[in-house]
Nanobody, 126 residues
Framework: VQLQASGGGLVQAGGSLRLSCSASERTFSSYAAGWFRQGPGKEREFVAAINWSGGNTDYQESVRGRFLISRDNAKLTVYLQMNNLKPEDTAVYYC????????????????????WGQGTLVTVSS
């Protein structure tokens, strides 16, 4: 499965952006999907995840209440709506997908069992 992330850009603190992750194969609609990010000088970290149906989601605590993950399986796309952005949200954001929900929040598990898209840069200015 090939994943294509888009939607990054430069935004002021307090602003919003919506990231999109489009998949190349219909099997994506049965996969769990997630967003991860890697800030300057930091390790890649989990941000948000959604199961295949959209009925189950999970978030990193620092983004809970500000970010919303959703998906449209008809369009083979997962979204990350980011509101009230903060300078510490500045990072390259990556989407990932895997057949199983297990390990969806873990970089190591996703690297072993999942698929990654290229990153999209989000820069939040203060």
């Amino acid at each position: 499965v090939q994943l294509q992330a888009s939607g990054g850009g430069l935004v002021q603190a307090g602003g919003s952006l919506r990231l999109s992750c489009s998949a190349s194969e219909r099997t994506f609609s049965s996969y769990a999907a997630g967003w991860f990010r890697q800030g300057p000088g930091k390790e890649r970290e989990f941000v948000a995840a959604i199961n295949w149906s959209g009925g189950n989601t999970d978030y990193q605590e620092s983004v809970r209440g500000r970010f919303l993950i959703s998906r449209d399986n008809a369009k083979l796309t997962v979204y990350l709506q980011m509101n009230n952005l903060k300078p510490e949200d500045t990072a390259v954001y990556y989407c990932a997908a895997a057949p199983s929900w297990a390990g969806i929040t873990t970089v190591q598990a996703m690297s072993a069992n999942g698929y990654w898209g290229q990153g999209t840069l989000v820069t939040v200015s203060s």
